[in-house]
């Protein structure tokens, strides 16, 4: 059974900075793409972050409201994708998925979804 | 970047047809992604390039794609298909490529 775990979130001040994690099981982790995405009741499901597998070159994008600071990464040898969040705006605060990005032909859709995880950005 | 546009609300009776409509430049040149999503939970994805269902999603769940729209129909629809709806597709070469629709509310009377 494929299960995306994350982990990582909570209460943060302004300026600081986060790591969240999702743990994967279930499925060879190495062959996958892995998103992140954020939702708020104002802002509604926002992508945030992806990542490709190593083997269509384990490259990256990123939404434009979260480039400059937001990173992504993975350790396939610990089927894990971590999210690096640093400089932390108060209009972060929301719930962060990650996604698995499965594709045919180059183009991705999210076929298994996390929980999600809560971060709260306040002084 | 390329943008979809979905109905805000759609509301349905119960055993009737709830159609959602995805709108976008020329969509159906490309390959087009439902999400369901209950208050609380993941969004679940039910259609994927244009009309196949995951495994587990039922029959009532169909898709299809042409022109300027995709739609996403509901037949037979359920007290526990009410949720948000959304459609996706992958704008290759973007700087944004994963494209989202704002999403349907579904509401069953």
């Known amino acids: 059974e494929v299960q995306l775990v994350e982990s990582g979130g909570g209460l943060v001040k302004p300026g600081r900075s986060l790591r969240l994690s999702c743990t994967a099981s279930?499925?060879?982790?190495?062959?996958?793409?892995m998103s992140w995405f954020r939702q708020t009741p104002e802002k509604g499901l926002e992508w945030v972050s992806f990542?490709?597998?190593?083997?269509?070159?384990?490259?990256?994008d990123y939404a434009a409201s979260v480039r400059g600071r937001f990173t992504i990464s993975r350790d396939d040898s610990k089927s894990i994708a971590y999210l690096q969040i640093n400089n932390l705006q108060t209009e972060d605060t929301a719930v962060y998925f990650c996604?698995?990005?499965?594709?045919?032909?180059?183009?991705?859709?999210?076929?298994?979804w996390g929980q999600g995880t809560l971060v709260t950005v306040s002084s | 970047s390329y943008v979809l546009t979905q109905p805000p609300s759609v509301s349905v009776a119960p055993g009737k047809t709830a159609r959602i409509t995805c709108g976008g430049n020329?969509?159906?040149?490309?390959?087009v992604h439902w999400y369901q999503q209950k208050p609380g939970q993941a969004p679940v994805l039910v259609i994927y390039?244009?009309?196949d269902r995951p495994s587990g999603i039922p029959e009532r769940f169909s898709g299809s794609n042409s022109g300027n729209t995709a739609t996403l129909t509901i037949n037979r629809v359920e007290a526990g298909d009410e949720a948000d709806y959304f459609c996706?597709?992958?704008?290759?070469?973007?700087?944004?490529?994963?494209?989202f629709g704002g999403g349907t509310q579904l509401t069953v009377l």
């Open positions: 996604s698995r990005g499965s594709s045919l032909f180059l183009t991705y859709y999210f076929d298994y």
């Open positions: 279930g499925f060879t982790f190495g062959e996958f793409a």
């Open positions: 990542i490709r597998n190593r083997a269509d070159g384990g490259t990256t």
């Open positions: 020329n969509i159906g040149s490309r390959s």
């Open positions: 390039y244009d009309k």
């Open positions: 996706q597709v992958w704008d290759n070469g973007s700087d944004h490529p994963a494209v």
